[in-house]
């Protein structure tokens, strides 16, 4: 019975948190937004004391339910794991705890994220290794089987669905999903639950308090006859049935021994605390290496400028009716100051919090987040133009961002926070380039903040050239995206460090 | 197109597949072979034009196996002329720049499967870009390499009226092409020679003026009974009576437009003749006045030269108390804010990369479907909104869309319909931000 209660829940959750990768429209996280809120990790970066404490009461109550249930990687394991026990059945045996590969690595995960969220928490926080999985694997499949419904809907005169963009927004991230599903779905399909229980840094600290917790599944040593059925379908290979004990600091309180065993020796009750030595943890006495990741941030690795499609339109003996010029692909301009959310801050309040999860490149309308290829903050999203720009009425990233670094901002907070700038290139405005009209920034600043001026002094027929009024400007791209200006936009955005209200 | 291509090939299945038992599995019965109206004019010889005209600016495209861009279904363009000759029809006209520069060749290459008595072939000096003597009749002997003809039967001055006097002097006059083709005119190679006209009445006075001069065998214009009345259709149609030459109708339709209707029009129409096309309105009208030669139809589909055969098979003119009515319809058309889009495309390619045609199209349907809201509080805001936009980007790709219009104004000077395409665009473009930032 608790074993199904558990399973119920476990499926529940993880196929909600998919969801919220997984829809676009962002009609689900009305309704299922608090899942992605209550993660272990995401919630103390948010310094959401009321849930880490919620999520530390709850297992010293009732052990790691947290691992069986509300964690989508680990519930993600235990598919994996049932696909692999479906192949050879009681294949676990227990293993005795390695206990200073999870300390060292926990302490790892602490200091890379004092240090200003490294490489090394986003690789381990477990939550957001599933986001990744989720939204680079299983969300492009979501999106073809919506485009699939789109294009009937669109054949029947409907407006039900429509269609939506499937693109790969950085070969790293899609990469880096690709090998922790293949690693992590190896290591659950032949032993279970080895990364919650050596690696992973919140199975650690929850498992240290999973050692006192209140309810725990006992061995009643007279029922029990040593078969050892229980250890072989254990997949935290954390019962010991020869001595009847089991290692409550790697128990997720699956409760699937509690049905194997066939003489009910097993039940999950109140525990007489055995004195187990602990050691004392290890993982607060690096306070002091706070120091701030290099800020050498932008060499974008594949700025490779396609210059061949400079002549898009060659010029034709004959002007005929119809078809349509080649759109050149916009090119990354290579900015200063990489760009964040409004909501974020700062560069640094973002780095420090954001885990990568890619729950705001999932939801972002407007093509605009992607995850950096910089290695300073390698997956965590930055702001790109070339596919849409920050539209004035979007607030999605900062309604759904769990761990606090989007803050939630409303949309008149949006209109006024500047975070960053729009500089003009002088070499590829259109009216100087082509001597055509445009305007077309101007036109379209939410803010108002471009003007149009001859471009030379008095001569009122002169080409018109865009002026930036910079204290207006908060950096929302429409400019750089409207911009007909190609491959290269004549306006483009500069990044702030911090961002201020205007 | 797609959908259209789609959609129309099922039709045809299923017309077949009915066909056993019900006679070609339509109410109407068979299509016609033998009963189009044709008409003769004093001045025109022998001709004997049936009333409808093949138009060549619309032929099925498909995309292009070999990478970019759309080309021609040549299979389908022979099928559709071949059907059109079978039931009658006898007028092709064409012009170099029609479908991207490929209309000229795809219409020779079906036509020439013909003897070339059985049909009369019509195409245009469209020397707009480059009007030099040098270009303009590298473009004449073109088109006879395309037709694969030895004569060309209707012959004309592409588009007259548009800059006035100065234009027409300038591409045809100054360069010495006027002469040059009445001299191809009285050597055979051209049978007619007239022109096509989109501008103001005091600009085709002052081209028939010079009638005495050129001896236009016919003159093209735009007729239908949304513009007899409101712009100058009447007029230039009572300057051809006054001359006694004979015309040619162009956009009997509107580009689609009068086919696509809001649904009371729709309403008022079939109530009066339930088993007739909308659009069969229009081709009545337009072949009514007894001066017309020929009304020239753009058809991509089977389905709507089937339908227009019928209307003309034989012409049932139009009885004054019908033309009564069908100007009343055509105020109640005129009270909807459509912008007169005629999809000639014209205007494109835009070198900004904007699909004109798509975004001015999607604007009317929404339009005539109702879903161009005024205000968010509208009962019906939310639906129109969602049907707005959503079809907004399955019609026009982002990149392609009117916010991209940088306003350059290249294209207004190629409509026929004189629309300000940047202005529209710009009016569009705020529309749909009103309704994103949900501002209406």
Redesign the interface.
């Given at each position: 019975m608790l074993r199904k209660i558990r399973v119920a829940l476990a499926i529940f959750f993880y196929v909600a948190i998919t969801m919220l990768f997984l829809d676009f429209t962002g009609t689900l996280h009305a309704w299922f937004g608090w899942m992605a809120k209550i993660q272990f990790l995401p919630a103390l970066l948010a310094l959401n004391v009321g849930v880490v404490v919620m999520l530390v009461l709850l297992t010293a109550l009732f052990g790691r339910v947290y691992c069986s249930v509300i964690c989508p990687l680990g519930v993600m394991q235990d598919i994996f794991a049932w696909l692999g026990k479906k192949a050879k059945k009681n294949r676990y045996a227990y293993s005795a705890e390695k206990r200073w590969l999870r300390y060292i690595m926990l302490l790892l995960f602490i200091v890379s994220l004092l240090a200003g969220g490294g490489i090394l928490a986003k690789l381990l926080a477990p939550y957001s290794a599933y986001g990744r999985i989720a939204h680079s694997l299983l969300a492009p499949l979501w999106q073809w089987g919506n485009n699939g419904l789109a294009y009937l809907a669109?054949?029947a005169d409907s407006?039900a669905f429509?269609?939506t963009e499937v693109w790969i927004r950085s070969a790293t991230t899609f990469g880096v999903a690709v090998a922790t599903l293949l690693i992590i779905g190896i290591l659950a399909w032949r032993g279970g639950r080895t990364y919650c229980n050596t690696i992973c840094p919140v199975g650690t600290v929850l498992g240290f308090i999973a050692r006192f917790s209140w309810l725990k599944p006992v061995i009643d040593t007279n029922k029990c006859n040593g078969c050892g059925l229980c250890a072989r379908n254990c997949k935290a290979a954390c019962i010991n049935s020869k001595e009847h004990r089991i290692d409550y600091s790697r128990c997720v309180a699956c409760m699937d021994c509690l049905d194997k065993c066939k003489r009910g020796a097993i039940s999950y009750r109140r525990a007489v605390v055995k004195n187990h030595q602990q050691p004392v943890g290890d993982g607060t006495a690096t306070q002091d290496s706070l120091h701030v990741g290099d800020t050498s941030r932008r060499t974008f690795l594949a700025t490779t400028a396609v210059a061949t499609a400079t002549a898009a339109?060659k010029a034709?003996?004959?002007?005929?009716?119809?078809?349509?010029?080649?759109?050149v692909d916009k090119v990354v301009p290579d900015r200063q100051t990489h760009l964040v959310p409004p909501g974020a801050w700062s560069a640094r309040h973002f780095a420090q919090h954001c885990t990568a999860c890619q729950l705001c490149v999932s939801v972002c309308p407007n093509g605009v987040l992607v995850p950096s290829t910089d290695l300073t903050r390698l997956m965590q999203p930055e702001m790109r133009y070339e596919?849409?720009y920050c539209?004035?009425?979007c607030t999605k990233c900062s309604d759904v961002c769990p761990t606090g670094a989007i803050r939630p901002i409303t949309r008149e907070d949006k209109s006024s926070i500047q975070i960053g700038h729009a500089v003009w290139v002088k070499k590829n405005c259109?009216p100087l380039t082509?001597g055509?009209?445009?305007?077309?920034c101007a036109?379209?600043c939410p803010t108002g903040a471009i003007q149009m001026i001859p471009s030379v002094e008095g001569d009122k027929r002169s080409p018109k050239i865009p002026a930036i009024n910079t204290e207006r400007c908060i950096g929302c791209g429409a400019c750089e995206h409207?911009c007909?200006a190609r491959p290269f936009s004549a306006i483009y955005v500069e990044g702030h460090e911090r961002h201020r209200e205007i | 197109m797609g959908?259209g291509t789609?959609a129309g090939a099922a039709a045809l299945c299923g017309c077949k597949r009915k066909a056993e038992t019900e006679v070609t599995g339509s109410e109407l019965g068979p299509v016609p072979t033998d009963k189009m109206t044709c008409r003769r004019f004093p001045g025109l010889g022998d001709d004997n034009v049936s009333i409808l005209g093949y138009g060549c600016?619309r032929w099925p495209t498909m995309p292009n196996p070999e990478g970019?861009?759309d080309i021609i279904d040549q299979d389908a363009v022979n099928g559709l002329v071949d059907y059109a000759l079978a039931h009658g029809v006898n007028y092709f006209d064409t012009a170099?720049?029609?479908?991207?520069?490929k209309s000229e060749k795809a219409t020779g290459i079906a036509l020439k499967r013909h003897p070339r008595e059985s049909y009369y072939i019509a195409t245009k000096l469209?020397n707009?870009?480059?009007s030099s003597r040098e270009?303009s009749l590298a473009?004449y002997r073109r088109s006879f390499e395309e037709l694969q003809v030895e004569y060309i039967d209707y012959y004309l001055l592409h588009s007259l009226g548009g800059g006035g006097m100065d234009n027409f002097r300038k591409r045809f006059v100054d360069n010495g092409m006027m002469d040059f083709l009445m001299e191809e005119r009285k050597a055979g190679r051209i049978r007619r020679l007239g022109f096509s006209f989109h501008g103001s009445q005091e600009v085709f006075d002052e081209l028939l003026a010079l009638h005495d001069q050129y001896h236009w065998d016919f003159v093209q214009i735009q007729l239908n009974y949304v513009d007899w009345h409101g712009s100058n259709a009447k007029g230039l149609y009572e300057s051809l009576e006054k001359y006694q030459i004979p015309g040619i109708i162009m956009e009997p339709l509107l580009g689609g437009r009068l086919s696509k209707l809001p649904d009371h029009i729709v309403k008022r129409l079939k109530q009066q003749r339930p088993e007739s096309s909308v659009a069969s309105w229009a081709f009545r009208f337009a072949c009514t006045p007894e001066l017309i030669l020929t009304v020239l139809s753009g058809m991509t589909y089977m389905e709507h030269l089937q339908d227009n055969i019928r209307t003309y098979s034989p012409l049932v003119p139009l009885t004054e108390e019908e033309k009564e009515f069908l100007f009343e319809t055509g105020r109640l058309i005129k009270q909807y804010p459509t912008i007169p889009c005629n999809d000639?495309?014209?205007c494109?390619?835009?070198?900004?990369?904007i699909?004109i045609p798509a975004i001015l199209l999607h604007y009317n349907k929404c339009v005539n479907e109702g879903n161009v809201p005024e205000s968010s509080q509208d009962p019906k805001y939310r639906?129109a909104r969602?049907?707005f936009l959503?079809?907004y980007?399955?019609s026009v790709p982002?990149?392609?869309q009117a916010?991209?219009?940088?306003?350059?104004?290249?294209c207004s000077k190629?409509c026929p319909q004189r629309i300000n395409i940047p202005r529209q665009l710009?009016r569009i473009d705020r529309f749909v931000e009103s309704l994103?930032?949900?501002t209406l």
């Open positions: 669109e054949r407006y429509y269609g339109i034709q003996e004959m002007k005929v009716d119809g078809g349509l010029a080649t759109i596919r849409g539209r004035p009425e259109i082509d055509q009209p445009c305007g077309n036109r379209h409207l007909p | 959908l789609a600016m970019k861009g170099p720049v029609y479908v991207q520069g469209s707009f870009s480059n270009n473009m000639c495309k014209y494109m390619p835009c070198p900004y990369g699909d639906e969602r049907a959503v079809g980007d399955r982002k990149l392609r916010s991209h219009c940088i306003g350059c104004n290249q190629h710009h994103k930032q949900d």
